[in-house]
């Protein structure tokens, strides 16, 4: 068992063992489950991230609200005929993370990741850097237990909830989440791992949480596109041997002091940020009158 | 410390966009429809707080509404169910309200056919959990996750031990247990949650008692409920 990153890190060392394997383990003692029951379990999940990635390429989603939708195909289409800025690999994975909220916002079926607002980072992380890496769905299912057990970790010691924490709590853990499975599908070592998970979260402390007329459309899908982006830039200065300043459990400590300290208006209620602005409370205005 | 599994994290499998307003809403909707039973043809959706002012734009309606037929928060045919309940003879209708003293994400489903109505109250509190209230008056605090059983007696002497005897007997382990009524003497329920699944003939002998006048289960599977 492990409460936090300390923990887990000491687990892999013992045991020679990588972060996915330590989360498996602890998986099958704490439930009872078979390792072949459980990484069916999380295939599952694998398979609902990898079609709520790909719908929105092709296909112009609406969303309910009306707010956002049809930016996923129009990056993919973007990637197609142009030569992207921060190249293809970083455009494709904000694409894939568009099309997850898109798919989201639309009433579509998605796996929360680790909330349904958040839904696009793990995904578009996992099955991109797996694209680059030429790597088998296995090693992907790896991926989202080593995910799942960054998530944890955070979960026990600080929020995933924007209600509590702010969208750093969201998008920012997910980006974490997502920055510590890219290293070890990269090869990384666990404490480059940790590192990642770090720089993810330290980029982002502090993001509010201000969805325009309280629904999981503006500025969620965006947010949803950079937590991607800031994932896999910060796996890359991990793997690099850049180190973080801040040890990650204090960088979780610090975000949760942080969301606590934001006021409420800040905070999933709509009362502040983009959602306060005269844009936004307009738009909430056409939606419910 | 609160303890997690890595599919509390990585998960639910949900139709969006939002836990609490759709996945838990769908949840509210299927657990009030097994307290209620399966006859009804018509159904007041009473919403207040949040699932009032936002159920548009969250399809918090067509959840709730989608729960109630029976659906699980994955169901591909969820953000269709208005017109599937309408296909199906069902008369739904939604009311935007202001319940005293409630979680701001509540709603009081009322299901009715002829002059029978039964009433649950309940709240979508995070993450796609939720929790039942009310029962037609009566308050209540059931999840759920739990196999639960709902029991409306007459209030006499003993009734308890009877049914307590019954579970006993099938070997069933009571985890919580909650008792009310509305008068003295009068009508009573309780609600029963426990570590073991609810087998139907038990459900049967609970039925049989003879002060018990309704007896409702739910078994619940993390991924999909059993109905029994």
């Not at chain 1, 300043?245 to 969301?259: L, N, R, T, W």
């Amino acid at each position: 068992m492990f409460n936090t990153g300390n923990e887990l890190l000491a687990l892999t060392k013992e045991n020679d063992k990588k972060i996915s394997e330590i989360v498996i383990e602890k998986e099958i003692k704490t439930t009872g489950q078979s390792e072949k029951e459980l990484r069916e379990k999380m295939k599952k999940n694998l398979l609902v991230m990898k079609e709520s990635s790909e719908k929105g390429l092709k296909k112009e989603i609406k969303s309910i609200g009306g707010i956002i939708g049809g930016d996923a195909k129009r990056l993919n289409n973007y990637i197609k005929h142009k030569s992207p800025i921060s190249g293809s690999t970083i455009n494709k994975a904000m694409a894939r993370a568009l099309s997850c909220s898109e798919v989201n916002a639309a009433m579509g079926k998605i796996c929360a990741a680790p909330t349904a607002g958040s839904c696009g980072i793990i995904p578009a992380t996992i099955i991109t850097t797996s694209e680059v890496l030429n790597l088998e769905e296995d090693k992907m299912i790896n991926a989202l237990f080593t995910a799942s057990g960054i998530g944890e970790i955070i979960a026990k010691n600080s929020t995933l909830a924007g209600a509590e924490g702010g969208c750093q709590a969201e998008c920012g853990a997910a980006s974490a989440m997502a920055a510590a499975s890219i290293v070890e599908l990269a090869g990384g070592s666990c404490e480059m791992s940790l590192t990642a998970a770090s720089i993810a979260i330290k980029n982002i402390l502090g993001l509010i949480c201000d969805p325009i007329a309280g629904l999981v459309e503006s500025p969620c899908a965006k947010r949803n596109a950079s937590g991607t982006v800031n994932a896999i830039t910060s796996a890359d200065l991990a793997l690099a041997g850049i180190e973080s300043v801040i040890p990650f459990d204090e960088v979780v400590e610090a975000m949760y002091k942080v969301g606590k300290s934001l006021p409420k208006e800040l905070r999933e209620t709509s009362l502040g940020g983009l959602a306060a602005t005269e844009t936004g409370k307009k738009i909430k205005k056409d939606i419910f009158g | 410390m609160v303890n997690y599994s890595s599919f509390d994290i990585l998960g639910p499998i949900m139709i969006g966009p939002s836990s609490s307003h759709t996945a838990g809403a769908a949840r509210l909707g299927k657990v009030a429809r097994y307290i209620a039973g399966d006859n009804f043809n018509k159904v007041k959706f009473f919403l207040h707080g949040s699932f009032a002012k936002t159920y548009k734009g969250h399809g918090t309606d067509k959840a709730l509404a989608a729960g109630v037929l029976g659906m699980e928060p994955f169901d591909d045919n969820l953000p269709k169910s208005l017109d599937i309940a309408k296909d199906l003879g069902y008369d739904f209708i939604f009311y935007e309200t202001e319940l005293e003293y409630e979680h701001p994400n509540t709603a009081k489903i009322v299901f009715t056919e002829n002059n029978n109505e039964i009433s649950v109250t309940g709240s979508s509190i995070g993450g796609g959990s939720i929790v039942i209230t009310n029962i037609d008056g009566y308050d209540v605090n059931l999840t759920g996750e739990y196999p639960t059983i709902f029991i409306r007696h007459n209030d006499k002497k003993g009734i308890i031990s009877e049914v307590t005897t019954v579970l006993a007997g099938f070997e069933i382990n009571v985890a919580k247990m909650q008792v009310n009524r509305k008068n003295k003497g009068k009508f009573a329920s309780m609600v029963i949650e426990t570590d073991d699944s609810l087998p139907k003939s038990m459900l049967a002998l609970l039925k049989g008692l003879e002060d018990v006048l309704t007896v409702r289960a739910i078994n619940p599977v993390k991924e999909g409920d059993i109905n029994v």
